[in-house]
């Protein structure tokens, strides 16, 4: 089996010194825009330019269940997935009016989530399973599964890039997801199980 490689090289930085001279004649306090000077410079930087456009911007939600949920770490029943799933779909959620303010088309995939939506219109399905395994007691995924998790995410990345889109953002949903995600932060970064969670 082969492992997922992705080529992606580093921008070239010879255009930051131009980048900053540019933000800094412009008619305001040098650094006055704090945070936003440091996006303007990244993406100038990652765009290779001195006038950066955001094109056809998209947010994908990728939704899935997690077994650990059958341990009661979570205030929330596993229903309240597909439910939020529902309420991204008709447009009702957080992310909605955030995504309409700024331009951004949203794509929503169901990645693992343990319901049926049948068909549900504008839902990109590429379930892998309905849900992971508890891995209190085993391997939340095979590797196979891991493998592709990753080629159908990337695939979902390629498709806003062929629709003429050159950024995208994430975010994802699915009940459990804070504990699986204390376990990755202490797993990949060594910091003690109880500092990651809360």
């Not at 899935?64 to 959620?93: K, L």
């Not at 951004?104 to 693992?112: P, T, W, Y």
């Not at 939506?117 to 379930?127: A, H, M, P, S, T």
């Amino acid at each position: 089996m082969s492992h997922k490689t992705f080529n992606i090289a580093s921008p070239e930085k010879r255009i930051v010194p131009f980048l900053q001279e540019k933000i800094d004649n412009l008619t305001k306090p040098k650094g006055s825009l704090g945070r936003l000077e440091e996006m303007a410079i990244q993406i100038g930087t990652i765009q290779q330019t001195l006038t950066p456009t955001l094109t056809k911007p998209y947010h994908i939600i990728f939704g899935g269940d997690h077994g650990i949920v059958a341990e009661g770490v979570s205030y929330s029943p596993a229903e309240v997935t597909p439910q939020m799933v529902f309420n991204f779909m008709e447009g009702g959620a957080g992310i909605n009016f955030l995504t309409r303010q700024h331009n951004f088309s949203i794509k929503v995939v169901d990645s693992g989530i343990n319901y049926d939506f049948d068909g549900l219109e504008g839902l990109i399905d590429l379930k892998v399973r309905k849900g992971t395994r508890n891995y209190l007691h085993e391997a939340a995924m095979t590797r196979e599964e891991y493998e592709l998790c990753l080629e159908r995410g990337a695939a979902v990345v390629d498709q806003c890039f062929n629709e003429g889109s050159n950024v995208v953002s994430f975010g994802e949903m699915g009940i459990g997801k804070t504990s699986s995600s204390s376990m990755w932060m202490s797993c990949l970064t060594g910091i003690d199980l109880p500092q990651c969670v809360g």
